[in-house]
Protein backbone atom coordinates (compact mmCIF):
# COMPACT_ATOMS: atom_id res chain seq x y z
CA UNK A 1 0.00 0.00 0.00
CA UNK A 2 1.41 3.47 -0.58
CA UNK A 3 0.08 6.86 0.79
CA UNK A 4 -0.53 9.59 -1.64
CA UNK A 5 2.39 11.73 -2.77
CA UNK A 6 3.69 14.57 -0.37
CA UNK A 7 6.50 16.43 -0.32
CA UNK A 8 9.08 15.71 2.57
CA UNK A 9 11.11 17.54 4.85
CA UNK A 10 13.93 16.81 7.17
CA UNK A 11 14.73 20.23 9.43
CA UNK A 12 17.56 20.37 11.68
CA UNK A 13 16.01 22.67 14.02
CA UNK A 14 12.45 23.06 16.00
CA UNK A 15 12.79 26.63 14.37
CA UNK A 16 12.81 24.76 10.79
CA UNK A 17 10.27 22.64 11.91
CA UNK A 18 7.78 25.58 13.44
CA UNK A 19 8.52 27.41 10.05
CA UNK A 20 7.34 24.55 7.91
CA UNK A 21 4.24 23.75 9.58
CA UNK A 22 3.60 27.04 9.21
CA UNK A 23 3.51 28.10 6.15
CA UNK A 24 1.79 24.36 5.59
CA UNK A 25 -1.69 26.04 5.96
CA UNK A 26 -2.97 23.32 7.81
CA UNK A 27 -1.70 20.20 5.20
CA UNK A 28 1.41 19.42 6.89
CA UNK A 29 2.05 16.49 9.39
CA UNK A 30 4.92 16.36 12.06
CA UNK A 31 6.54 12.51 11.98
CA UNK A 32 8.04 11.34 15.18
CA UNK A 33 7.94 7.79 15.34
CA UNK A 34 5.58 7.13 12.47
CA UNK A 35 3.77 4.20 14.08
CA UNK A 36 0.13 5.59 13.55
CA UNK A 37 1.19 8.30 11.18
CA UNK A 38 2.70 5.71 8.34
CA UNK A 39 -0.65 3.30 8.87
CA UNK A 40 -2.91 5.93 8.59
CA UNK A 41 -1.60 7.68 5.31
CA UNK A 42 -0.94 4.14 3.90
CA UNK A 43 -4.84 3.16 4.54
CA UNK A 44 -5.34 7.18 3.12
CA UNK A 45 -6.79 8.44 6.39
CA UNK A 46 -4.38 10.72 5.98
CA UNK A 47 -2.79 12.69 2.86
CA UNK A 48 -0.80 14.94 4.21
CA UNK A 49 0.61 17.40 1.59
CA UNK A 50 3.96 17.96 3.37
CA UNK A 51 6.09 15.42 6.31
CA UNK A 52 8.02 17.29 8.81
CA UNK A 53 10.08 14.29 9.57
CA UNK A 54 11.07 15.65 13.48
CA UNK A 55 13.48 12.62 14.02
CA UNK A 56 16.43 14.73 12.80
CA UNK A 57 16.40 17.68 15.18
CA UNK A 58 18.55 16.85 18.30
CA UNK A 59 18.16 17.12 22.01
CA UNK A 60 14.29 15.47 21.83
CA UNK A 61 15.24 12.56 22.54
CA UNK A 62 15.09 12.45 26.63
CA UNK A 63 13.03 11.55 29.53
CA UNK A 64 14.43 12.65 33.18
CA UNK A 65 12.95 14.06 36.38
CA UNK A 66 13.87 17.71 37.43
CA UNK A 67 15.78 17.84 40.90
CA UNK A 68 12.30 18.71 42.37
CA UNK A 69 10.86 15.25 40.82
CA UNK A 70 8.99 17.11 37.63
CA UNK A 71 9.11 14.28 35.05
CA UNK A 72 10.29 15.29 31.60
CA UNK A 73 9.45 13.16 28.42
CA UNK A 74 10.71 14.62 25.22
CA UNK A 75 9.27 14.12 21.54
CA UNK A 76 11.48 12.01 20.36
CA UNK A 77 11.54 9.42 23.17
CA UNK A 78 10.84 6.23 22.27
CA UNK A 79 7.86 3.53 24.37
CA UNK A 80 10.84 1.20 24.28
CA UNK A 81 13.06 3.99 26.39
CA UNK A 82 10.15 4.34 28.92
CA UNK A 83 10.12 0.09 29.23
CA UNK A 84 14.05 0.00 29.85
CA UNK A 85 14.17 3.09 31.92
CA UNK A 86 16.22 2.62 35.13
CA UNK A 87 14.93 6.35 36.34
CA UNK A 88 11.35 5.37 35.25
CA UNK A 89 11.41 1.84 36.87
CA UNK A 90 12.58 3.50 40.34
CA UNK A 91 10.54 7.08 39.93
CA UNK A 92 6.89 6.50 37.89
CA UNK A 93 5.27 3.21 38.72
CA UNK A 94 2.37 3.92 36.48
CA UNK A 95 4.50 4.62 33.26
CA UNK A 96 6.71 1.92 33.74
CA UNK A 97 3.48 -0.32 34.26
CA UNK A 98 2.21 0.97 30.73
CA UNK A 99 5.28 1.24 28.99
CA UNK A 100 5.82 -2.75 28.55
CA UNK A 101 2.21 -2.78 27.06
CA UNK A 102 2.04 -0.37 24.77
CA UNK A 103 1.63 -2.30 20.74
CA UNK A 104 4.64 -4.83 20.41
CA UNK A 105 7.76 -5.22 21.09
CA UNK A 106 8.67 -3.76 17.85
CA UNK A 107 6.19 -0.62 17.41
CA UNK A 108 7.98 0.46 20.68
CA UNK A 109 11.26 0.39 18.94
CA UNK A 110 9.95 3.49 17.31
CA UNK A 111 6.80 5.02 18.69
CA UNK A 112 6.76 7.96 20.79
CA UNK A 113 5.29 8.52 23.63
CA UNK A 114 4.41 12.24 22.99
CA UNK A 115 3.70 11.43 19.43
CA UNK A 116 0.69 8.98 20.79
CA UNK A 117 -0.93 11.66 22.43
CA UNK A 118 -1.12 13.99 19.61
CA UNK A 119 -2.36 10.78 17.56
CA UNK A 120 -5.32 11.03 20.24
CA UNK A 121 -6.74 7.83 19.72
CA UNK A 122 -9.22 7.00 22.10
CA UNK A 123 -7.98 3.73 22.48
CA UNK A 124 -4.20 5.10 23.36
CA UNK A 125 -2.46 3.89 26.60
CA UNK A 126 -0.62 7.23 27.17
CA UNK A 127 -3.66 9.23 27.14
CA UNK A 128 -4.94 7.39 29.96
CA UNK A 129 -1.41 7.33 31.59
CA UNK A 130 -1.33 10.82 31.67
CA UNK A 131 -4.95 11.80 32.56
CA UNK A 132 -4.37 9.61 35.43
CA UNK A 133 -1.10 11.32 36.55
CA UNK A 134 -2.56 14.90 35.75
CA UNK A 135 -0.06 15.50 33.37
CA UNK A 136 0.79 18.64 31.01
CA UNK A 137 2.01 19.00 26.83
CA UNK A 138 4.38 21.57 26.37
CA UNK A 139 3.87 22.60 22.93
CA UNK A 140 6.13 25.12 20.55
CA UNK A 141 4.60 27.89 17.63
CA UNK A 142 5.93 30.78 15.71
CA UNK A 143 4.76 32.35 18.84
CA UNK A 144 6.67 30.74 21.51
CA UNK A 145 5.36 28.10 23.91
CA UNK A 146 2.54 27.01 26.01
CA UNK A 147 1.26 24.20 28.41
CA UNK A 148 -2.03 22.26 27.73
CA UNK A 149 -3.04 20.49 30.44
CA UNK A 150 -4.11 17.01 29.21
CA UNK A 151 -7.38 16.63 29.99
CA UNK A 152 -8.11 19.98 27.60
CA UNK A 153 -4.94 18.47 25.20
CA UNK A 154 -7.84 15.76 23.32
CA UNK A 155 -10.72 17.45 22.01
CA UNK A 156 -12.03 14.50 20.43
CA UNK A 157 -11.20 11.26 18.68
CA UNK A 158 -7.81 11.90 16.70
CA UNK A 159 -8.51 15.90 17.48
CA UNK A 160 -6.11 18.00 19.80
CA UNK A 161 -6.18 21.23 21.04
CA UNK A 162 -2.31 21.93 18.75
CA UNK A 163 -2.81 24.52 16.27
CA UNK A 164 -2.00 23.98 13.02
CA UNK A 165 1.84 25.30 13.17
CA UNK A 166 2.58 24.06 16.64
CA UNK A 167 4.43 21.01 17.73
CA UNK A 168 4.14 19.17 21.04
CA UNK A 169 7.79 18.90 22.27
CA UNK A 170 7.55 17.53 25.57
CA UNK A 171 5.32 16.09 28.57
CA UNK A 172 5.11 16.94 31.70
CA UNK A 173 4.04 15.00 34.34
CA UNK A 174 4.36 17.29 37.98
CA UNK A 175 6.13 16.19 41.15
CA UNK A 176 4.61 14.26 43.16
CA UNK A 177 3.01 15.55 46.52
CA UNK A 178 4.16 12.23 48.45
CA UNK A 179 5.85 8.98 46.76
CA UNK A 180 4.66 7.75 43.52
CA UNK A 181 2.60 4.65 43.65
CA UNK A 182 0.44 3.41 40.69
CA UNK A 183 -0.11 0.74 37.90
CA UNK A 184 -1.49 0.22 34.59
CA UNK A 185 -3.63 -3.53 33.32
CA UNK A 186 -4.79 -4.08 30.12
CA UNK A 187 -6.92 -6.68 28.69
CA UNK A 188 -5.93 -7.19 25.39
CA UNK A 189 -6.67 -10.47 22.79
CA UNK A 190 -3.43 -10.44 21.62
CA UNK A 191 -0.34 -8.58 21.37
CA UNK A 192 -0.58 -5.21 19.64
CA UNK A 193 -4.76 -4.98 19.52
CA UNK A 194 -6.50 -2.23 20.72
CA UNK A 195 -7.26 -2.92 24.65
CA UNK A 196 -10.79 -4.82 25.29
CA UNK A 197 -10.11 -3.03 28.71
CA UNK A 198 -7.39 -0.62 30.50
CA UNK A 199 -6.98 1.24 33.70
CA UNK A 200 -4.20 3.92 34.52
CA UNK A 201 -4.06 4.38 38.30
CA UNK A 202 -1.92 6.84 39.71
CA UNK A 203 -1.77 7.81 43.62
CA UNK A 204 0.56 9.90 45.59
CA UNK A 205 0.79 8.88 49.21
CA UNK A 206 2.43 10.13 52.39
CA UNK A 207 2.88 8.64 55.80
CA UNK A 208 0.27 5.91 54.92
CA UNK A 209 -2.59 8.25 53.30
CA UNK A 210 -3.53 9.18 49.97
CA UNK A 211 -3.11 12.98 49.17
CA UNK A 212 -3.97 12.24 45.56
CA UNK A 213 -5.24 9.90 43.17
CA UNK A 214 -6.12 9.64 39.31
CA UNK A 215 -7.81 6.89 37.20
CA UNK A 216 -8.45 6.73 33.88
CA UNK A 217 -9.43 4.44 31.62
CA UNK A 218 -9.57 3.08 27.75
CA UNK A 219 -10.95 0.72 25.79
CA UNK A 220 -14.50 1.61 27.16
CA UNK A 221 -15.89 4.61 25.58
CA UNK A 222 -15.48 6.69 22.53
CA UNK A 223 -12.60 8.68 25.07
CA UNK A 224 -10.42 8.32 27.52
CA UNK A 225 -12.22 8.25 30.42
CA UNK A 226 -11.87 9.91 33.56
CA UNK A 227 -12.75 8.44 36.70
CA UNK A 228 -11.42 11.62 39.22
CA UNK A 229 -14.19 12.09 41.22
CA UNK A 230 -14.18 7.85 42.21
CA UNK A 231 -10.37 8.48 42.31
CA UNK A 232 -10.72 11.41 44.67
CA UNK A 233 -13.01 10.15 47.00
CA UNK A 234 -9.28 8.35 48.65
CA UNK A 235 -8.27 11.52 49.03
CA UNK A 236 -7.24 11.81 53.10
CA UNK A 237 -7.88 7.72 52.92
CA UNK A 238 -5.34 5.14 53.57
CA UNK A 239 -6.63 2.07 51.24
CA UNK A 240 -8.52 -0.27 53.00
CA UNK A 241 -9.80 -3.60 51.25
CA UNK A 242 -13.65 -1.37 51.87
CA UNK A 243 -12.96 1.79 50.29
CA UNK A 244 -10.40 -0.06 47.44
CA UNK A 245 -14.14 -2.11 47.03
CA UNK A 246 -15.81 1.17 46.81
CA UNK A 247 -13.54 2.93 44.17
CA UNK A 248 -13.49 -0.13 41.77
CA UNK A 249 -17.43 0.12 41.62
CA UNK A 250 -17.65 3.60 40.80
CA UNK A 251 -14.32 3.55 38.54
CA UNK A 252 -16.51 0.66 36.62
CA UNK A 253 -19.78 2.87 37.04
CA UNK A 254 -18.45 5.68 34.91
CA UNK A 255 -17.13 3.50 32.36
CA UNK A 256 -18.41 3.98 28.88
CA UNK A 257 -18.72 0.43 27.68
CA UNK A 258 -19.93 -0.76 23.77
CA UNK A 259 -21.04 -4.03 23.71
CA UNK A 260 -18.51 -5.59 20.47
CA UNK A 261 -16.23 -8.57 19.16
CA UNK A 262 -14.16 -7.78 22.04
CA UNK A 263 -16.68 -8.42 24.57
CA UNK A 264 -20.10 -7.65 26.43
CA UNK A 265 -20.12 -3.92 27.75
CA UNK A 266 -21.09 -5.77 31.50
CA UNK A 267 -18.00 -7.96 30.46
CA UNK A 268 -15.52 -5.06 30.44
CA UNK A 269 -17.05 -3.42 33.33
CA UNK A 270 -16.02 -6.05 35.46
CA UNK A 271 -12.80 -6.04 33.80
CA UNK A 272 -11.96 -2.09 34.63
CA UNK A 273 -13.19 -3.41 38.53
CA UNK A 274 -10.88 -6.13 38.96
CA UNK A 275 -8.59 -4.25 37.78
CA UNK A 276 -8.55 -1.15 39.87
CA UNK A 277 -9.50 -3.49 42.62
CA UNK A 278 -5.95 -5.34 41.50
CA UNK A 279 -4.17 -2.51 41.44
CA UNK A 280 -5.27 -0.66 44.91
CA UNK A 281 -4.56 -3.99 46.42
CA UNK A 282 -1.63 -3.99 45.01
CA UNK A 283 -0.62 -0.64 46.22
CA UNK A 284 -1.86 -1.08 49.67
CA UNK A 285 0.20 -4.79 50.19
CA UNK A 286 3.15 -2.95 49.67
CA UNK A 287 2.35 0.52 51.49
CA UNK A 288 1.77 -1.43 54.48
CA UNK A 289 4.68 -3.75 54.09
CA UNK A 290 7.23 -0.47 54.06
CA UNK A 291 5.41 0.79 56.90
CA UNK B 1 7.78 1.47 -11.37
CA UNK B 2 12.05 1.48 -11.77
CA UNK B 3 11.84 5.44 -11.80
CA UNK B 4 10.33 5.26 -8.04
CA UNK B 5 14.13 4.46 -7.20
CA UNK B 6 16.65 4.35 -10.02
CA UNK B 7 20.20 3.43 -9.43
CA UNK B 8 22.45 7.24 -8.55
CA UNK B 9 23.03 7.12 -12.71
CA UNK B 10 19.62 7.66 -13.64
CA UNK B 11 18.26 11.43 -13.39
CA UNK B 12 14.68 11.78 -11.45
CA UNK B 13 11.54 11.14 -13.41
CA UNK B 14 9.82 14.55 -14.43
CA UNK B 15 7.66 15.93 -11.62
CA UNK B 16 8.80 13.13 -8.74
CA UNK B 17 9.70 14.42 -6.13
CA UNK B 18 12.54 12.56 -5.56
CA UNK B 19 15.82 12.66 -2.48
CA UNK B 20 18.78 11.29 -3.09
CA UNK B 21 19.77 9.01 -0.09
CA UNK B 22 22.45 7.20 1.19
CA UNK B 23 21.73 4.09 3.47
CA UNK B 24 24.09 1.24 4.76
CA UNK B 25 22.31 -1.87 3.94
CA UNK B 26 24.32 -4.98 5.42
CA UNK B 27 27.63 -2.86 6.07
CA UNK B 28 27.31 -1.57 2.48
CA UNK B 29 26.29 2.11 1.39
CA UNK B 30 23.46 1.98 -0.92
CA UNK B 31 22.82 5.52 -2.62
CA UNK B 32 19.58 5.63 -3.85
CA UNK B 33 17.05 8.08 -5.27
CA UNK B 34 13.59 7.83 -3.31
CA UNK B 35 9.84 8.40 -4.02
CA UNK B 36 9.59 10.15 -0.20
CA UNK B 37 6.19 7.76 0.19
CA UNK B 38 8.50 4.69 -1.34
CA UNK B 39 8.45 2.51 1.95
CA UNK B 40 11.33 1.36 3.29
CA UNK B 41 10.28 -2.13 3.18
CA UNK B 42 9.66 -1.67 -1.16
CA UNK B 43 12.94 -0.43 -0.81
CA UNK B 44 14.67 -3.13 0.58
CA UNK B 45 12.57 -5.76 -1.70
CA UNK B 46 12.12 -4.30 -4.86
CA UNK B 47 15.01 -1.67 -5.04
CA UNK B 48 18.14 -3.35 -3.84
CA UNK B 49 16.38 -6.69 -4.73
CA UNK B 50 17.15 -8.12 -1.21
CA UNK B 51 13.87 -10.12 -1.31
CA UNK B 52 14.51 -12.14 1.90
CA UNK B 53 12.92 -9.18 3.81
CA UNK B 54 8.78 -10.05 3.52
CA UNK B 55 5.71 -7.88 3.23
CA UNK B 56 3.42 -9.84 4.91
CA UNK B 57 -0.02 -7.68 6.56
CA UNK B 58 1.74 -4.19 5.28
CA UNK B 59 -0.49 -2.79 8.23
CA UNK B 60 2.32 -3.31 11.08
CA UNK B 61 0.66 -6.14 12.77
CA UNK B 62 3.01 -8.83 11.69
CA UNK B 63 6.23 -8.71 11.49
CA UNK B 64 6.93 -10.31 8.71
CA UNK B 65 9.21 -6.95 7.30
CA UNK B 66 11.94 -6.85 10.36
CA UNK B 67 14.82 -5.43 9.71
CA UNK B 68 17.25 -3.68 11.95
CA UNK B 69 17.77 -0.12 12.02
CA UNK B 70 20.69 1.19 13.57
CA UNK B 71 20.91 -2.13 15.46
CA UNK B 72 16.84 -2.40 16.92
CA UNK B 73 14.17 -3.82 15.19
CA UNK B 74 11.55 -2.20 13.10
CA UNK B 75 8.69 -2.97 10.59
CA UNK B 76 10.12 -1.81 7.41
CA UNK B 77 6.66 -1.64 6.24
CA UNK B 78 6.63 1.43 8.40
CA UNK B 79 9.08 3.64 7.53
CA UNK B 80 9.53 5.33 4.83
CA UNK B 81 12.98 5.22 3.03
CA UNK B 82 13.88 8.58 3.14
CA UNK B 83 14.08 8.30 7.06
CA UNK B 84 16.71 5.95 6.76
CA UNK B 85 19.06 8.27 5.07
CA UNK B 86 22.25 8.16 7.32
CA UNK B 87 21.49 5.16 8.96
CA UNK B 88 22.38 1.44 9.21
CA UNK B 89 20.42 -1.17 8.09
CA UNK B 90 20.49 -5.08 8.48
CA UNK B 91 18.52 -7.62 6.66
CA UNK B 92 18.03 -11.23 6.98
CA UNK B 93 20.82 -11.38 4.15
CA UNK B 94 23.26 -10.17 6.46
CA UNK B 95 22.82 -13.35 8.79
CA UNK B 96 25.24 -16.09 6.62
CA UNK B 97 28.04 -15.64 5.60
CA UNK B 98 29.47 -17.28 2.25
CA UNK B 99 30.55 -20.59 4.15
CA UNK B 100 28.26 -20.73 7.15
CA UNK B 101 24.93 -19.95 8.51
CA UNK B 102 24.16 -17.47 11.56
CA UNK B 103 23.51 -19.90 15.05
CA UNK B 104 19.90 -18.34 14.88
CA UNK B 105 19.70 -19.44 11.14
CA UNK B 106 21.06 -23.05 12.63
CA UNK B 107 18.77 -23.40 15.63
CA UNK B 108 15.82 -22.43 12.92
CA UNK B 109 17.31 -25.47 10.92
CA UNK B 110 17.70 -27.81 14.04
CA UNK B 111 14.54 -27.07 15.69
CA UNK B 112 12.29 -26.91 12.78
CA UNK B 113 11.27 -23.34 13.84
CA UNK B 114 9.67 -22.53 10.29
CA UNK B 115 7.37 -24.10 8.28
CA UNK B 116 5.64 -22.09 5.21
CA UNK B 117 9.14 -20.18 6.48
CA UNK B 118 7.28 -16.64 5.58
CA UNK B 119 7.46 -15.20 8.72
CA UNK B 120 10.82 -16.70 9.25
CA UNK B 121 12.99 -13.60 8.30
CA UNK B 122 11.26 -11.07 10.37
CA UNK B 123 11.14 -13.68 13.32
CA UNK B 124 15.03 -14.16 13.19
CA UNK B 125 15.56 -10.27 13.19
CA UNK B 126 13.88 -10.08 16.37
CA UNK B 127 15.96 -12.80 17.49
CA UNK B 128 19.23 -11.21 16.50
CA UNK B 129 17.89 -8.36 18.31
CA UNK B 130 17.15 -9.67 21.93
CA UNK B 131 19.86 -11.71 21.52
CA UNK B 132 22.38 -8.79 20.75
CA UNK B 133 20.85 -7.28 24.52
CA UNK B 134 20.55 -10.52 26.18
CA UNK B 135 22.38 -13.53 25.23
CA UNK B 136 20.87 -15.44 27.88
CA UNK B 137 16.75 -15.42 28.01
CA UNK B 138 14.22 -17.08 29.28
CA UNK B 139 11.65 -18.67 27.35
CA UNK B 140 9.21 -16.24 28.43
CA UNK B 141 11.64 -13.11 27.60
CA UNK B 142 11.99 -15.12 23.67
CA UNK B 143 8.26 -14.92 23.26
CA UNK B 144 7.69 -11.39 24.66
CA UNK B 145 11.11 -10.83 22.28
CA UNK B 146 8.76 -11.62 18.94
CA UNK B 147 5.40 -11.07 20.48
CA UNK B 148 5.33 -8.58 17.45
CA UNK B 149 6.05 -11.51 14.89
CA UNK B 150 2.77 -13.29 13.93
CA UNK B 151 3.16 -17.07 12.38
CA UNK B 152 0.39 -18.85 11.65
CA UNK B 153 2.24 -22.26 11.34
CA UNK B 154 4.28 -23.22 14.18
CA UNK B 155 2.47 -22.03 17.17
CA UNK B 156 5.44 -20.74 18.24
CA UNK B 157 6.89 -23.82 19.86
CA UNK B 158 9.78 -24.36 17.80
CA UNK B 159 10.27 -21.09 17.10
CA UNK B 160 11.19 -20.39 21.06
CA UNK B 161 13.30 -23.07 20.81
CA UNK B 162 15.22 -22.16 17.91
CA UNK B 163 15.94 -19.38 19.52
CA UNK B 164 16.89 -20.91 22.51
CA UNK B 165 19.08 -23.19 21.36
CA UNK B 166 20.66 -20.39 19.10
CA UNK B 167 21.26 -18.23 22.36
CA UNK B 168 23.11 -21.65 23.98
CA UNK B 169 25.16 -21.65 20.84
CA UNK B 170 26.09 -17.99 21.00
CA UNK B 171 27.13 -18.42 24.65
CA UNK B 172 29.29 -21.07 23.29
CA UNK B 173 31.13 -19.06 21.17
CA UNK B 174 31.58 -15.94 23.21
CA UNK B 175 33.07 -17.94 25.75
Known amino acids: MYPSRFKYESPKTLADAIALLDSGAGETKVLAGGQSLVPMMKLRFAFPGTVVDINNIPDL ?35 AAAAPLVADPIVRTRGTFVGSLCHADPQGDW ?60 LERRVGDFATASVAVALEITGGKVVRAGIAMAGVGGKTIDARDAASSLVGQALTEA ?42 NSTKKAA | MTSLYEEISTPPAGDVPVRRVTINVNGQARTVDVEPRLLLAHLIRQGLKLTGTHTGCDTTNCGACTVLFDGRPIKSCTMFAVQADGHKVETVESLA ?79
Not at chain 1, 246 to 270: I, L, N
Open chain 1, 61 to 95: NYHRFDSDGTLRIGALCRHEDLEHSDVIAKGQPTI
Open chain 1, 127 to 186: AAVMIALGGRVVVQGPKGKREIAMKDFVLGPFQTALEFNEIAIEAVIPAPAGQARGGYLK
Open chain 1, 243 to 284: NIATVAAAVAAVAEPRSDHRGSSDYKRQIIRTFVTRILTSIA
Open chain 2, 97 to 175: SASELHPIQEGFKEKHGLQCGFCTPGMMMAAKALLERNLNPTEDEIRWAISGNLCRCTGYQNIVKAILWAAEKMRAESK
